[in-house]
C-alpha cells in the first residue's frame, strides 16, 4: 500500500523560504514520477512541480520556474518541493503526489496516490 506524507508546511513572511518533505512508502517508485500540486481556497489542484525518480528530469509550472526546486532523495525514499521567494499567492495546501511512469505529468488525473496535504500560508 502506498503511502505518502508530507511535511515542512507553516506559516512565512513573503520573500521567505519553506522545504516540504514527502515520505513515501509502499513500493518500489524507481518507475514513478513523482509530483507536487496546491490548492488554494475556491481554487482548481493546480501543478507545481514534478520530478523522476532517478531525479533526471525535472518539471514545473511557469509561476514557480526560478523560484522553486523539485528534488529526490532515493536513499530517504523522500520528494522534497524547496520554495524559495514565497508570494502571497503561493498560499495553499501543498499535495505530494505519485504517477507511474517515469515521465512528467501535469495533470491530476495522470497521478494514481496522493497524501494529505501540508498546508502553507504566506503572510504579505
Known amino acids: 500500500q502506498v503511502q505518502l506524507v508530507e511535511s515542512g508546511g507553516g506559516l512565512v513572511q513573503a520573500g521567505g523560504s519553506l522545504r516540504l518533505s514527502c515520505a513515501a512508502s509502499g513500493r518500489t517508485f524507481s518507475r514513478y514520477t513523482m509530483g507536487w500540486f496546491r490548492q488554494a481556497p475556491g481554487k482548481e489542484r493546480e501543478f507545481v512541480a514534478a520530478?523522476?525518480?532517478?531525479?533526471?528530469?525535472?518539471y514545473y509550472a511557469d509561476s514557480v520556474k526560478g523560484r522553486f526546486t523539485i528534488s529526490v532523495d532515493i536513499a530517504k525514499n523522500t520528494v522534497y518541493l524547496q520554495m524559495n521567494s514565497l508570494k502571497p499567492e503561493d498560499t495553499a495546501v501543498y499535495y505530494c503526489?505519485?504517477?507511474?511512469?517515469?515521465?512528467?505529468?501535469?495533470?491530476?488525473?495522470?497521478?494514481?496516490?496522493w497524501g494529505q496535504g501540508t498546508q502553507v500560508t504566506v503572510s504579505s
Open positions: 503526489a505519485a504517477k507511474r511512469g517515469s515521465y512528467g505529468g501535469t495533470l491530476v488525473y495522470e497521478y494514481d496516490y
Open positions: 520530478i523522476t525518480w532517478s531525479g533526471t528530469s525535472t
